[in-house]
């Protein structure tokens, strides 16, 4: 976070409110979007966003400020968009994965894929896998996020995390591989 949020945090915390507006202008398009590729409806994105900063308001003296401000947000966004998806009766697997750790091998999806197709066709790619692998790729290649900081944003072991990450890419790799073949 740079030094203008550290200081729009502490001033916030220090009773000042209006100082919460810097931290949603730095923030309010990457909430947005991390919302809208979760969710698939810009309508439900804007109301998880604008739910998601409420809450950080309201939650801002238990944010820990030796910890990074970004993955505090974005796990009270991801929890805004999974209250939205579980409200739309949608059906969505959140069941507990505990994976033990699995090395990260092979490049990113990014760098894999980024010389033969397009962007339009990797926002594809992503918005057609299920939600537990396409939040975390999209918090790895789009925040630039760690598996540690995306299992906080998560809630879940960092071993599941680089499942998560893993198992988004093999299917990545599987839908290039069945589209090319009909090629």
Not at 6 to 33: K, T
Not at 152 to 164: F, L
Request: aromatic share 8%.
């Amino acid at each position: 976070m740079s030094e203008t949020e550290i200081e729009l945090v502490g001033r916030c915390l220090g009773g000042d409110n209006s100082a919460f507006a810097g931290i949603v202008e730095a923030y309010q398009d990457r909430i947005y979007s991390f919302a809208l590729r979760l969710l698939r409806d810009p309508v439900a994105a804007e109301d998880a966003a604008q739910e998601a900063f409420v809450k950080a308001f309201r939650a801002l003296s238990s944010y820990n400020t030796a910890q990074p401000f970004s993955p505090w947000l974005f796990r009270i966004a991801h929890n805004a968009c999974m209250d939205a998806l579980r409200a739309g009766s949608r059906n969505v697997s959140m069941d507990d994965e505990n994976f033990p750790d699995l090395p990260d091998r092979g490049p990113g999806v990014a760098e894999s894929v980024s010389d033969s197709i397009d962007s339009e066709r990797i926002e594809a790619l992503l918005a057609s896998l299920p939600p537990l692998y396409s939040e975390a790729l999209q918090l790895q290649y789009r925040e630039d996020m760690g598996p540690a900081e995306i299992a906080r944003v998560m809630g879940v072991p960092e071993g599941t995390v680089k499942a998560r990450l893993f198992r988004g890419r093999e299917m990545i790799k599987a839908k290039l591989r069945a589209a090319d073949a009909t090629v």
